[in-house]
T-cell receptor
Framework: DAGITQSPRHKVTETGTPVTLRCHQTENHRYMYWYRQDPGHGLRLIHYSYGVKDTDKGEVSDGYSVSRSKTEDFLLTLESATSSQTSVYFC?????????????FGPGTRLTVL | QKEVEQDPGPLSVPEGAIVSLNCTYSNSAFQYFMWYRQYSRKGPELLMYTYSSGNKEDGRFTAQVDKSSKYISLFIRDSQPSDSATYLCAMSAGRGSTLGRLYFGRGTQLTVWP
């Protein structure tokens, strides 16, 4: 998985609790992305980062925030988890501007919100 | 209408068959076209990458892009049981300022039986 790890790999939580997912890469790639994958919707972009402390929203960003304090780490936080955020979350990386659409994915985190 | 349409299948073929997977799209700005393979409970893996119209071959896999029809295809020759996976098409309008924003199809589930 191109030097990408995600933690935790599985998590069950309750509605209303905050949850943080971590993506760690060893490729020194500049761009990082968070996606969610749901049946019938495919992969949808939540947030992305184009450098340390530089982040922006994707198409389904409501209820999520991100932070990137180091090149290798990109955190996704669900501020107050809801059942609609039950999903599989994937982190992806790409080298930089000239290769931004060449994205490599991590193994995913399966999140269940009860 | 979704920007990228992909028949979810499932598609079931015997070993050795030629498989054809397809996507259509509506945004004429798309220039870069990708195919990802995703095994069950794994992250998507970049399989093929093409720019603009034309064909690209890699072993048993051929990617074809017809921009005039807004139609892309992935052909798998001599299919093997190990090809059983979900295949996702993805596309982007470009690099640089768009930061490689990818638009995914929902994926087609393929089973190759021995």
């Amino acid at each position: 998985d191109a030097g990408i790890t995600q933690s935790p790999r599985h998590k069950v939580t309750e509605t209303g609790t905050p949850v943080t997912l971590r993506c760690h890469q060893t490729e020194n790639h500049r761009y990082m992305y968070w996606y969610r994958q749901d049946p019938g919707h495919g992969l949808r972009l939540i947030h992305y980062s184009y450098g340390v402390k530089d982040t922006d929203k994707g198409e389904v960003s409501d209820g999520y925030s991100v932070s990137r304090s180091k090149t290798e780490d990109f955190l996704l936080t669900l501020e107050s988890a809801t059942s609609s955020q039950t999903s599989v979350y994937f982190c992806a990386i790409s080298p930089g501007p000239d290769d931004a659409d060449t994205q490599y994915f991590g193994p995913g985190t399966r999140l269940t919100v009860l | 209408q979704k920007e990228v349409e992909q028949d979810p299948g499932p598609l079931s073929v015997p070993e050795g068959a030629i498989v054809s997977l397809n996507c259509t799209y509506s945004n004429s700005a798309f220039q870069y076209f990708m195919w990802y393979r995703q095994y069950s409970r794994k992250g998507p893996e970049l399989l093929m990458y093409t720019y603009s119209s034309g064909n690209k071959e890699d072993g048993r896999f051929t990617a074809q892009v017809d921009k005039s029809s807004k139609y892309i295809s992935l052909f798998i020759r001599d299919s093997q049981p190990s090809d059983s996976a979900t295949y996702l098409c993805a596309m982007s309008a470009g690099r640089g300022s768009t930061l490689g924003r990818l638009y995914f199809g929902r994926g087609t589930q393929l089973t190759v039986w021995p």
